[in-house]
């Protein structure tokens, strides 16, 4: 059986043929290239034992090639990609944001001033880290996943296009207007917020089938 694997996300497939659409990030079959199975990397790989029947002075010494070294801003970027800051900061608004609207609709429901600060505080935090979330993910997108504009992808900048704008205006509504959770348009202040929890849910569910590749 023939072993096929994705060029953008690494999905691995067996069959004669590659799928005619990668099942995880949505490439056609283009994007697939044949590979053979002993070069799927294990998941818990060993170190080779040397052969003790063979004394050490006769066995094959390869040379070990060194990587190219990186410099400055280069070798910032690879440290990121390396240690996961785009999965490990996405916490944050994925953490966050669901708490500020379950208390901006709390505030709301029951005219309470303390939900509203402690949703502001939230929303406030996660300002701050979009930012930095922002910035990993495209780096992510552009050296794991080729900048590949697929459907799957397309619909995660939008949900994080929708997840940033939304969140900024009602950061904004609410430090122009701090009764608008008491004024009759509240009703919209709380439907930005739903659709902002709504887009981030989307770009988290979306991150995680990429990340776990299902």
């Not at 659409?21 to 294990?42: H, L, M, N, R, T």
């Not at 930012?131 to 697929?150: D, H, M, R, S």
Request: glycine share 4%.
């Amino acid at each position: 059986m023939k072993v096929w694997q994705c060029t953008v996300c690494k999905y691995i497939h067996r069959g004669e043929n590659p799928p005619e659409k990668c099942p995880v990030c949505g490439v056609d079959s283009s994007k697939f290239i044949e590979i053979d199975e002993a070069d799927i990397p294990e998941k818990t790989p060993r170190r080779r034992q040397p052969d003790k029947k063979t004394p050490l002075t006769s066995q094959i010494k390869i040379p070990i090639q060194k990587p190219k070294k990186e410099a400055g801003y280069e070798h910032v970027l690879s440290l990121l990609i390396k240690h996961h800051a785009h999965p490990v900061s996405v916490h944050t608004p994925n953490g966050l944001l669901p708490v500020a609207v379950i208390l901006f609709v709390l505030a709301w429901m029951f005219d309470s001033q303390l939900f509203a600060n402690a949703a502001i505080i939230n929303l406030i935090f996660v300002i701050c880290s979009l930012p930095f979330v922002i910035f990993t993910g495209i780096l992510e997108w552009k050296k794991k996943y080729n900048g590949a504009l697929t459907t799957l992808f397309k619909i995660k900048i939008f949900a994080v296009a929708t997840t940033s704008i939304s969140c900024t205006i009602s950061l904004i509504w609410y430090l122009f207007d701090t009764d608008i959770l008491a004024s009759p348009i509240a009703w919209s202040f709380i439907t930005i917020n739903i659709i902002m929890l709504t887009a981030v849910g989307i770009a988290g569910h979306i991150g995680g089938k990429l990340v776990f590749k299902d």
